[in-house]
């Protein structure tokens, strides 16, 4: 379970939100560019920090200013999915889904093990000497999604995860995400600003407007007047 | 009826060639003029006779040894610093940058004196290492430290810009996965920007290799212990042309291939890019 309730000036308005995600369930944020959603994933991730406020995963307080609780960013287990993919160049498509793990120093055989299953699971096992910056943008996401996943994360995150990819590899993406969300029944935040992606994986949308909460419900649910808004 | 091409069109078009083309020949003749002169001076036999000479050898080996460590000691402090200066925000932040500049601005000459007053026998440091029976001008660690005072600034500039320019979502994917601060750079960091790094410190052992002014100043010329490639030339165009030619055409060779080396590297980089 994740529960969030930050706040952090920012230079055009302050975001403040607060919102939960279930384990299993994925959370559309959505919301125009610079409404804030990038900047709450990288909050939650500890690449930013908030003012105020409190992030808890599974329990564990991630973050929380007022008592200088602050957990390093490599000990938070969050998968996190970035908007390019950023899959290391340099690296075969193999050392990019074990990097991860060998990071946290695990155990070879086991890394090799893990490493083959979700190289099975996205379908790239014949790809899996190459090197990640021969990839398509496609392959390249779903290197990207089995990497955070190779880390067994508590919580799953991706920004604008379909943004230049064609209605196939979008289509598969989405199957991947909502496969091994529920396997692993953990939370997922996927942000968008998309409405179509929002109704085809969330299980719940938010929609963000310059840093506040605009509305919340079941993404069929979306009222006319927000999908009217820009912030949609 | 003007012929087609007496037409003011083609004439107009034939000047300007004819202008582009004379441009480009006199600074290529200006520039390759004085190298080529080097070679026609001497022989190609004079030349190989004189690469035994213990003199070219002594100052070859020496301006090597010198210059490689200079560039070893530039990397392994420069490349961390580089990235600390980068990624950090503190305060005298402008300074430093400026400070990392000024040697290649800095006549070399001005820098060796700068060196002599700080660590020279009675310098403001040097006073106190010679009470510990220290002693760095003049001797071959004052030629290393010159050349690290003027040929630093070609890496650490080179290596701010990469650091600069480099997509930080690749090192914040690999802190989300687990990868500490210092793995992320020496896995990810360092080897996506290994081919600028490398086109830097080829540069830099360049700078290294022809240094003159600082260390003059600094370590004096004193052959064998201080006396580098470029100051082996100076005193042969005064002793024996012979020798300062031969080492002054040397310099070229090396000049040369660095030069390639770079390109090749930059072609490569812009290749992977």
Same mark, same amino acid.
């Given at each position: 379970?994740?529960?969030?309730?930050?706040?952090?000036?920012?230079?055009?308005?302050?975001?403040?939100i607060?919102?939960?995600?279930?384990?299993?369930?994925?959370?559309?944020?959505?919301?125009?560019?610079?409404?804030?959603?990038?900047?709450?994933?990288?909050?939650?991730?500890?690449?930013?920090?908030?003012d105020?406020?409190?992030?808890?995963?599974?329990?564990t307080?991630?973050c929380?200013?007022?008592?200088?609780?602050?957990?390093?960013?490599?000990?938070?287990?969050?998968?996190?999915?970035? @908007?390019?993919?950023a899959?290391?160049?340099?690296?075969t498509?193999? &050392?990019?889904?074990?990097? =991860?793990? %060998? +990071?946290?120093?695990?155990?070879?055989?086991?890394?090799?093990?893990?490493?083959?299953?979700?190289?099975?699971?996205?379908?790239?096992?014949?790809?899996?000497?190459?090197?990640?910056?021969?990839?398509?943008?496609?392959?390249?996401?779903?290197?990207?999604?089995?990497?955070?996943?190779?880390?067994?994360?508590?919580?799953?995150?991706?920004?604008e995860?379909?943004?230049?990819?064609?209605t196939?590899?979008?289509?598969?993406?989405?199957?991947?995400?909502?496969?091994?969300?529920?396997?692993? @029944?953990?939370?997922?935040?996927?942000?968008?600003?998309?409405?179509? &992606?929002?109704?085809?994986? =969330?299980? %719940? +949308?938010f929609?963000?407007?310059?840093?506040?909460?605009?509305?919340?419900?079941?993404?069929?649910?979306?009222?006319?007047?927000?999908?009217?808004?820009?912030?949609? | 009826?003007?012929?087609?091409?007496?037409?003011?069109e083609?004439?107009?078009?034939?000047?300007?060639?004819?202008?582009?083309?004379?441009?480009?020949l006199?600074?290529?003749?200006?520039?390759?003029?004085?190298?080529?002169?080097?070679?026609?001076?001497?022989?190609?036999?004079?030349?190989?006779?004189?690469?035994?000479?213990?003199?070219?050898?002594?100052?070859?080996?020496?301006s090597?040894?010198?210059?490689?460590?200079?560039?070893?000691?530039?990397?392994?402090?420069?490349?961390?610093?580089?990235?600390?200066?980068?990624?950090?925000?503190?305060?005298?932040?402008?300074l430093?940058?400026?400070?990392?500049?000024?040697?290649?601005?800095?006549?070399?000459?001005?820098?060796?004196?700068?060196?002599?007053?700080?660590?020279?026998?009675?310098?403001?440091?040097?006073?106190?290492?010679?009470?510990?029976?220290?002693?760095?001008?003049?001797?071959?660690?004052?030629?290393?430290?010159?050349?690290?005072?003027?040929?630093?600034?070609?890496?650490?500039?080179?290596?701010?810009?990469?650091?600069?320019?480099f997509d930080?979502?690749?090192?914040?994917?690999?802190?989300?996965?687990?990868?500490?601060?210092?793995?992320?750079?020496?896995?990810?960091?360092?080897?996506?920007?290994?081919?600028?790094?490398?086109?830097?410190?080829?540069?830099?052992?360049?700078?290294?290799?022809?240094e003159?002014?600082?260390?003059?100043?600094?370590?004096?010329?004193?052959?064998?212990?201080?006396?580098?490639m470029?100051?082996?030339?100076?005193?042969?165009?005064?002793?024996?042309?012979?020798?300062?030619?031969?080492?002054?055409?040397?310099?070229?060779?090396?000049?040369f291939?660095?030069?390639?080396?770079?390109?090749?590297?930059?072609?490569?980089?812009?290749?992977?890019?």
């Amino acid at each position: 379970m994740l529960d969030v309730a930050i706040a952090r000036n920012l230079r055009d308005f302050r975001l403040d939100i607060a919102f939960a995600v279930s384990p299993g369930e994925i959370l559309v944020l959505m919301g125009s560019n610079g409404s804030g959603k990038s900047t709450t994933l990288n909050i939650i991730a500890g690449l930013l920090h908030p003012d105020t406020g409190c992030i808890r995963l599974n329990g564990t307080t991630l973050c929380e200013p007022a008592r200088g609780t602050d957990m390093p960013i490599e000990n938070r287990r969050i998968g996190y999915v970035f @908007q390019n993919a950023a899959v290391f160049p340099h690296l075969t498509v193999r &050392d990019n889904i074990g990097f =991860g793990l %060998r +990071a946290r120093g695990t155990d070879p055989q086991e890394i090799r093990t893990r490493v083959d299953e979700l190289l099975g699971a996205i379908n790239l096992g014949d790809l899996a000497m190459v090197k990640a910056r021969n990839l398509s943008g496609g392959q390249k996401q779903r290197v990207a999604l089995a990497r955070a996943l190779a880390i067994r994360p508590s919580l799953l995150m991706l920004d604008e995860p379909f943004t230049s990819l064609d209605t196939e590899s979008t289509r598969g993406i989405k199957d991947l995400v909502r496969k091994f969300v529920n396997e692993m @029944q953990i939370p997922c935040i996927v942000v968008t600003h998309r409405r179509t &992606d929002s109704s085809d994986i =969330g299980d %719940r +949308a938010f929609v963000l407007c310059s840093g506040r909460k605009e509305w919340e419900g079941l993404p069929g649910e979306m009222p006319e007047e927000c999908l009217a808004c820009q912030c949609v | 009826m003007i012929p087609d091409a007496l037409s003011p069109e083609r004439i107009r078009r034939s000047v300007t060639y004819l202008g582009a083309g004379l441009l480009v020949l006199a600074v290529t003749l200006y520039l390759a003029l004085p190298i080529a002169a080097l070679f026609f001076r001497t022989t190609p036999d004079i030349f190989l006779s004189s690469l035994s000479d213990p003199q070219v050898m002594s100052a070859l080996w020496l301006s090597f040894v010198t210059s490689t460590l200079s560039l070893a000691i530039v990397i392994l402090v420069g490349t961390p610093f580089a990235y600390v200066h980068t990624r950090c925000t503190y305060p005298g932040k402008i300074l430093v940058d400026t400070l990392i500049d000024l040697p290649l601005v800095l006549p070399p000459a001005v820098a060796g004196v700068a060196l002599l007053v700080l660590y020279g026998r009675a310098g403001f440091l040097g006073h106190y290492f010679n009470m510990l029976g220290i002693s760095i001008a003049f001797t071959t660690l004052a030629v290393i430290m010159a050349q690290i005072f003027v040929a630093s600034p070609f890496y650490l500039r080179q290596a701010k810009s990469l650091f600069e320019q480099f997509d930080q979502t690749y090192e914040h994917t690999a802190r989300t996965l687990g990868a500490s601060p210092v793995r992320t750079f020496l896995t990810i960091t360092l080897p996506l920007t290994a081919g600028g790094l490398v086109s830097g410190a080829v540069m830099t052992f360049g700078r290294a290799l022809g240094e003159f002014g600082a260390t003059i100043m600094f370590a004096g010329n004193l052959p064998g212990v201080t006396q580098t490639m470029p100051l082996a030339v100076y005193v042969g165009i005064e002793s024996n042309l012979t020798i300062g030619l031969t080492i002054s055409i040397l310099l070229v060779i090396i000049s040369f291939v660095i030069m390639i080396a770079v390109k090749i590297l930059a072609y490569r980089e812009a290749g992977h890019a």
